[in-house]
Structures are given as C-alpha cells and as structure tokens.
C-alpha cells in the first residue's frame, strides 16, 4: 500500500509501472518518496512562515497545507515530465528549466525553517534593534517638542532676569538713600533732609514696580511652566502610544531582514540541505539508465505517435484525391452542349429583363 502511495506520488503510470520488475518499482518508489517528503516540509515551513504573519494556528496550517499540495503538484509534474532517451545532454537541457524551478522551490522552502532553527539569534538581533529603534523614536519624538519647550524655558529664565534686574535695582536705591541718611554719599550731611527724602521716593517707587513686575511675571512663569509640563506631557503620550509599534516589529520580513545580519555560512548549508532534496528526484532520473519503464512507456508513446501520423496522412491523401476527382468533374462538364445551351438561354433571358427594366425607369424619368 505504502509502496504504490509513493509510486503515485512519482508520477509514473500505476499500470505500467504494475507490469515491470520489482526492482524497476522500487527505484520510482524512491523518487515518489523523495516527492512527498519534500512536499512535507514544505508544509511545516510554509506553515510556520504563515504563523509569524498571522499569529493564528489554524489558519497558518490551512494554508501551509495548500502550500504544500502545492510544492507537491510542481514537484511531481517535473519529475513525470524528464523522459529518458539515447542522449545525455538532450535529456540534461530538458531538465534545466526545471532544475532551476526546484532552486527557486528549495529557497522558498528553507527560508521559513531557517528563520525557526534560528529563532533565537534572530530574537537577539530584533531585540537590539529594537532598543535602538526606541531611542531613535524618542529623539524624533524629542525634536518635535524641545524647541518649543526651550523657547518657554528661555522666556521663564527671561522674565526671572527681569525680576532679578529690577531687585538689583530696588536694592541700589536703598543703598543710596541710607548711605545719604548715614551721610556716607551723596550731600555727607547727617540726617533725613531733602535729598534724603527724593531719593526715599524714588526707591520706593521702584519698590511697587518691583512687586508690580513680581505679579506679572510670576504669573507668565506660571503659564509657561503649565504650556512646559502639557508639552512634556504629551511627548510622554507620544513615545507611549509609538512603542507598541516597535514592540511589534518582529514579522515575517523584519525576521528575514534579522536573519541576513547573522553569519551567511549556516544558512547557505541549511539551503544546500534543501537544494539537494528538491532536485534529487530529479538526478535520480538524469543519472539512472534507461530502464523497463521508460522502455515500455516509449512504446505506448510511439505507438500513438504512429497512429496519428497515419490517421493525418490518411486524411491528406483523401483530400488530394477528392480534389483530382472533382477537377475532372469540372472539366467533363465544360464540354458538355447541353449545359452550354441551358446556360446560354439564361443569359439571353437575363439581358431582356435589363432591357426591360431599363427602358422603363428611363420612361418615367421623362
């Protein structure tokens, strides 16, 4: 049972294939096994492949099993299709396009079960890359807040100076007016006098618009530390709701990206692994001589071969000889009498009714 699921699984005709020797099955058996197992892992590459994109179970095996019927049809018309004849390099240029077809299979193969036997390097390098990709995110994130939280940041600093300044200045005042009190500056005459006074005014002049200025500014500051804390606040939501993104950012493609940072030389043995089994149906049949088989499904070719070449050329004399026995039908016909006078009196009567009706549209015309 086993041995004839293989059998069909090599493309090969169940009857024909029935008649020959058991050790002309078995080579085919072998080749349908090969087949199958490819076909096989196809399937569980695919499979995973498909889970790291969908992240469902039953889905990626779904499609993972179309996968592989599908890997298993290719693979099985191209080895039914490599007929085995006298030459070598004949039979070496008709498998060619299909070498190359099972390359392009193998890689599609191997990749997904690289990316599986490599998982965790791969998580490694995701890793890395996504912490960088965090810090990148911030400082993208950064520039599009900073300039304006250090132009309200310059304008609290700005608005401190001026209170600074105008306290400087209070003070100042107050040095001169006690200093003239003291009669250390100024008119250095001990006392309260008028000077003393002029310079009292105008120190506490400056004194209310110091706390005038106080207010103001110590409101502005206020305003501008709220506008900084919302800004730093929504550069805090931003880096939030972008991280899931990069938490993510381990798919199909950022895993295969992932897998060419890694050293070459595992992955290209991984790909030869699966080069080999894909095309080795395919050298079994190009280094195996002919045998019982091909023999006998030459002959059933030939035959029909033959057969239609007899039934066409069959029809072409038929219709050649149909063709001379009509000319000559034809020929016998023109020198019959009778048939020239019937057809002579047509004629006349044919130009009569043109006369006719000539003569009688030029009648009413007049």
């Given at each position: 049972m086993l041995k004839k699921f293989f059998l069909l699984c090599s493309g090969v005709d169940l009857k024909l294939i029935e008649s020959c020797s058991n050790g002309e099955q078995n080579k085919y058996a072998g080749i349908g096994a090969t087949v199958f197992f490819t076909a096989v892992m196809a399937t569980l590459?695919?499979?995973?492949?498909?889970?790291?994109?969908?992240?469902?179970?039953?889905?990626?095996?779904?499609?993972?099993?179309?996968?592989?019927?599908?890997?298993?049809?290719?693979?099985?018309f191209i080895v039914s299709t490599i007929k085995k004849n006298q030459s070598k390099w004949k039979e070496f240029l008709q498998a060619t396009p299909r070498l190359i077809l099972a390359m392009i299979i193998a890689m599609v193969i191997s990749k997904p079960l690289e990316l599986k036997i490599f998982e965790k390097e791969i998580n490694q390098v995701l890793l890395e890359e996504k912490n960088q990709m965090t810090l990148d995110n911030k400082d993208q994130i950064a520039k599009q807040f900073q300039?304006?939280?250090?132009?309200?940041?310059?304008?609290?600093?700005?608005?401190?100076?001026?209170?600074?300044?105008?306290?400087?200045?209070?003070?100042?005042?107050?040095?001169?007016?006690i200093s003239e009190a003291e009669?250390?500056?100024?008119?250095?005459?001990?006392?309260?006098?008028?000077?003393?006074?002029?310079?009292?005014?105008?120190?506490?002049?400056?004194?209310q618009e110091?706390?005038?200025?106080?207010?103001?500014?110590?409101?502005?500051?206020?305003?501008?530390?709220?506008?900084?804390?919302q800004l730093q606040n929504n550069?805090?939501?931003?880096?939030?709701?972008?991280?899931?993104?990069?938490?993510?950012?381990?798919?199909f493609m950022a895993r295969i990206n992932a897998l060419?940072?890694?050293?070459?030389?595992?992955?290209?043995?991984?790909?030869?692994?699966?080069?080999?089994?894909?095309?080795?149906?395919?050298?079994?049949?190009?280094?195996?001589p002919r045998g019982e088989?091909?023999?006998?499904?030459?002959?059933?070719?030939?035959?029909?071969?033959?057969?239609?070449?007899?039934?066409?050329h069959q029809r072409d004399e038929l219709l050649d000889a149909d063709v001379a026995i009509n000319g000559k039908v034809y020929t016998d016909i023109q020198e019959d009498e009778d048939v020239?006078?019937?057809?002579?009196?047509?004629?006349?009567?044919?130009?009569?009714?043109?006369?006719?009706?000539?003569?009688?549209?030029?009648?009413?015309l007049l």
């Amino acid at each position: 049972m086993l041995k004839k699921f293989f059998l069909l699984c090599s493309g090969v005709d169940l009857k024909l294939i029935e008649s020959c020797s058991n050790g002309e099955q078995n080579k085919y058996a072998g080749i349908g096994a090969t087949v199958f197992f490819t076909a096989v892992m196809a399937t569980l590459a695919a499979t995973y492949a498909l889970y790291t994109v969908f992240d469902n179970l039953f889905a990626s095996i779904f499609f993972g099993l179309i996968w592989g019927l599908l890997i298993f049809n290719l693979d099985r018309f191209i080895v039914s299709t490599i007929k085995k004849n006298q030459s070598k390099w004949k039979e070496f240029l008709q498998a060619t396009p299909r070498l190359i077809l099972a390359m392009i299979i193998a890689m599609v193969i191997s990749k997904p079960l690289e990316l599986k036997i490599f998982e965790k390097e791969i998580n490694q390098v995701l890793l890395e890359e996504k912490n960088q990709m965090t810090l990148d995110n911030k400082d993208q994130i950064a520039k599009q807040f900073q300039p304006e939280i250090e132009k309200l940041a310059n304008g609290i600093k700005s608005l401190k100076d001026e209170i600074a300044n105008k306290e400087q200045e209070v003070n100042d005042l107050y040095e001169t007016y006690i200093s003239e009190a003291e009669g250390r500056e100024g008119t250095l005459i001990v006392g309260k006098g008028p000077v003393y006074k002029e310079k009292r005014d105008k120190h506490d002049a400056a004194l209310q618009e110091l706390a005038q200025l106080k207010k103001d500014n110590n409101q502005k500051i206020a305003n501008n530390e709220l506008a900084i804390a919302q800004l730093q606040n929504n550069q805090k939501k931003a880096e939030t709701d972008t991280q899931p993104i990069i938490a993510n950012f381990d798919g199909f493609m950022a895993r295969i990206n992932a897998l060419g940072k890694l050293p070459w030389l595992p992955s290209f043995f991984i790909f030869l692994l699966f080069l080999a089994i894909e095309t080795a149906p395919i050298f079994a049949k190009l280094v195996s001589p002919r045998g019982e088989y091909d023999y006998k499904l030459e002959d059933e070719e030939t035959a029909i071969k033959n057969w239609v070449a007899q039934q066409v050329h069959q029809r072409d004399e038929l219709l050649d000889a149909d063709v001379a026995i009509n000319g000559k039908v034809y020929t016998d016909i023109q020198e019959d009498e009778d048939v020239y006078a019937y057809k002579r009196k047509k004629a006349q009567e044919l130009m009569r009714d043109q006369a006719d009706a000539f003569y009688q549209k030029q009648k009413k015309l007049l």
